[in-house]
């Protein structure tokens, strides 16, 4: 089965920076599509960051500049660097995955695509 743990999560200040880890195993990453979404409450479930085994990246507009996602040699953690924490950047973390089969452009920050989810790691920005 394929596990996903994130971490990293927790209290920053507007403007400051968190990184997140996502641990996965249970597959061989020679063909995988990653993504990190995040969800507040009561708000749908949201794309941040996408990137896959051929080096294909996406990002959401809000976050551009500001996050960037990148994983070890190995493929088997992932990562998502956060700075400029804005407030409106408060919700629960979640990095996501889809192995083998085929992605398009248009899916990469659908959560509908992904198939494997993490526990989440809770961001909150505040003073």
């Known amino acids: 089965e394929v596990q996903l743990v994130e971490s990293g999560g927790g209290l920053a200040q507007p403007g400051g920076s968190l990184r997140l880890s996502c641990a996965a195993s249970g597959y061989t990453p020679n063909s995988y599509y990653m993504a990190w979404f995040r969800q507040a409450p009561g708000k749908d479930r949201e794309g941040v960051a996408y990137i896959d085994s051929d080096g294909g990246t996406s990002y959401a507009d809000y976050v551009k500049a500001r996050f960037t996602t990148s994983h070890d040699n190995a493929g088997n953690t992932l990562y998502l660097q956060m700075n400029s924490l804005k407030p409106e950047d408060t919700a629960m973390y979640y990095c996501?995955?889809?192995?083998?089969?085929?992605?398009?452009?248009?899916?990469?920050?659908?959560?509908?695509?992904?198939?494997?989810w993490g526990q989440g790691t809770q961001v909150i920005v505040s003073s």
């Open positions: 996501a995955a889809q192995i083998g089969g085929t992605m398009t452009y248009e899916w990469r920050l659908r959560a509908y695509k992904y198939n494997y």
